[in-house]
């Protein structure tokens, strides 16, 4: 995901839109998005291998994990976003499951 400290591109697009919290990871070469809330009710999956021998994991419960405080790109305030979690969601862990089902309208505040 980060190589020299540069985000890989396939990844730009949810630090970007996420809007959320955002830190370096403890191994130097990835990152955490921590949002508020769940991911999609339908979600069944946590994790899945992408190429090159990444893994994106997503957990909404039951997990403990090391928070590094090494902000990325200024992004500090742990925000919800629903459209941008599911959008992940079927990006990386379970495109074919979620294809069944309606996607997200945008939260109205």
Request: proline share 7%; no cysteine; hydrophobic share 35%.
């Amino acid at each position: 995901m980060l190589t020299d400290g540069a985000l890989d591109p396939e990844y730009r697009w949810v630090v970007d839109e996420a809007g959320t919290y955002t830190e370096v990871s403890p191994s130097g070469d990835g990152l955490h998005l921590i949002f508020r809330g769940p991911k999609p009710d339908w979600a069944e999956r946590s994790r899945k291998g992408q190429p090159g021998g990444r893994v994106v994991e997503m957990y909404d419960r039951d997990r403990y994990f090391t928070v590094t405080g090494n902000v990325f790109e200024g992004r500090s305030e742990i925000r919800e976003n629903a459209v941008v979690v599911e959008r992940a969601y079927r990006t990386w862990i379970e495109p074919d499951a979620g294809a069944q089902q309606p996607a997200l309208a945008p939260r109205r505040v």
